[in-house]
C-alpha cells in the first residue's frame, strides 16, 4: 500500500499490518505473464501498444509487463509510461492533494492504443482521473485497464480488461501489492 494511504488514514496516520499473503512473488510474475500475453493477443501483437503505470503502485508493474512484452516478441520494445493522476482526482477538497511523482508519457498518445495499468481496483476513481489525465497527452485509439487486484466496491462503470486476480475483500481492509506479492490486511492506528 502506498506510503500517502498510510500517513493519511485516520486517525492522524495508520500502520499496515498484514493478515495473509494472497499471491507469492512466483504467482505475481505468472499472472503478469499471463496478462501480458492476454494483450498481445487482445491487440493482435504489439505495435500500437504503450503502457502507462499509475503512479506509484502501477508503475513497476507496468515496466515489469513492458520486459515480458519485449522478451515475447524477441526484442521489440513496448514504449512505457508513468502517470499521477493527483491533480486530476475528483475527491482534491476532501483529502489533501499530494502528487507522488512526475509523469512521463514517452510518446504522443493519438492514435496508440493505451494499456493503464494499476495494482489495485477499487472505487474506480483513479482510473476515472487517469482517463481525464490521458487526455492531455492525445486522442488513444482506445484504452485497455489492466490490474493485478480487482477487489470489487465500485463507485463507477468501470471494469477491467485484464486482471492478476479477483480478490472480495471488506471495505475497511486493504491489500498491498508489490512484484513481492500480494497481501491482504488491515491498517490499525499508530
Excluded at 482534491?92 to 492504443?113: F, H, K, N, S, Y
Excluded at 485497455?144 to 475497511?172: C, S, W, Y
Amino acid at each position: 500500500m502506498a506510503e500517502r494511504e498510510r500517513r493519511l488514514t485516520p486517525p492522524r496516520g495508520g500502520v499496515f499490518v498484514p493478515r495473509v499473503q494472497v499471491l507469492s512473488p512466483e504467482d505475481v510474475v505468472r499472472a503478469l505473464t499471463r496478462i501480458a500475453h492476454e494483450i498481445a493477443e487482445r491487440n493482435r501483437g504489439l505495435e500500437d501498444i504503450v503502457l502507462v503505470g499509475l503512479q506509484t503502485g502501477g508503475v513497476p508493474l507496468a515496466f515489469r509487463i513492458g520486459q515480458i512484452l519485449e522478451e515475447m516478441s524477441g526484442g521489440a520494445a513496448v514504449p512505457v509510461g508513468m502517470l499521477d493522476v493527483a491533480f486530476y482526482r475528483d475527491d482534491i477538497g476532501i483529502r489533501p492533494v499530494l502528487p507522488e511523482a512526475v509523469t512521463d508519457i514517452p510518446r504522443d498518445l493519438a492514435g496508440m492504443i493505451v494499456v493503464l495499468v494499476d495494482d489495485v481496483l477499487f472505487t474506480g476513481r483513479t482510473i476515472r482521473a487517469a482517463l481525464n489525465a490521458l487526455a492531455d497527452y492525445g486522442r488513444c485509439q482506445a484504452v485497455q485497464l489492466a490490474v493485478m487486484v480487482d477487489r470489487g466496491h465500485r463507485e463507477l462503470p468501470i471494469r477491467p480488461d485484464f486482471v492478476g486476480k479477483n480478490l472480495p475483500t471488506r471495505f475497511d481492509e486493504q491489500v498491498d501489492v508489490s512484484l513481492d506479492g500480494v497481501v491482504l490486511g488491515d491498517v490499525v492506528p499508530r
